[in-house]
């Protein structure tokens, strides 16, 4: 098939499988919504995203204030997208993990995911989630703390999260003490502003065919 891999992936690793815990929405708004908030903080916007990305980051603030969650994920989801297109500057690691996922196109067969049980995909993609969860906030709080902001213990924090993902798996500690993270950064770190106020950038000088013409 036109554009696929050569050949199958590599078999998926077993993850173990443990009842998964129902999280509830503003958790799952939460995790989204501070790393997105760091990562329009970043300095690659030269101090002010696009308003195109502001959008939508503004309507899932605004939703989750006023306890909206499910309208705030539909911005999220809209948001991560719009950090996927060509014409924003590329991600760093590791908040390119927020993009929204694009598989490479293959045959069903050819994707180990789906030879896996229900219950073992749903296990493999709450672990994807989690790691993905450890390394946003490791990151989020190593940009704010080189950029001023007091993270008090939440380096500590995410370390401790780490050690158990590794040791004990995916466990409550793991994001009771994630959670921790992003209430202290959302505390702390100021929502990113609109490119709009920016004066216009000056007109570039005419060229000498328009001067002699």
Known sequence: MPGAPNRPPEKTPEVPVTPLVVEPPEKKVLRRLVPSRV???LDLWKGAPSP?????????????????????????????????????????????????EIPPPMPPSWNPENALAPAQRDALRARREADDQVLLARGSVAWAAAHGVDVG?????????????????????????????????????????????RPPAAAPPPSAETETA
């Open 153 to 197: 213990d939440s380096g500590a924090r995410v370390e401790e999260a780490a050690q158990l993902l590794a040791s004990e798996g995916l466990v409550p500690g793991v994001y009771e003490r994630v959670d921790g993270v992003w209430e202290g950064l959302r505390a702390r770190l100021p929502r990113p502003k609109s490119a709009a106020g």
């Open 39 to 41: 990562t329009l903080l």
């Open 52 to 100: 195109d990305l502001l959008g939508p980051y503004d309507k899932a603030e605004d939703a989750a204030a006023a306890g909206d969650f499910a309208t705030a994920l539909q911005a999220l989801d809209r948001l991560s997208i719009r950090f996927h297109e060509p014409r924003w500057p590329t991600l760093p690691e590791p908040f390119r993990r927020l993009r929204v």
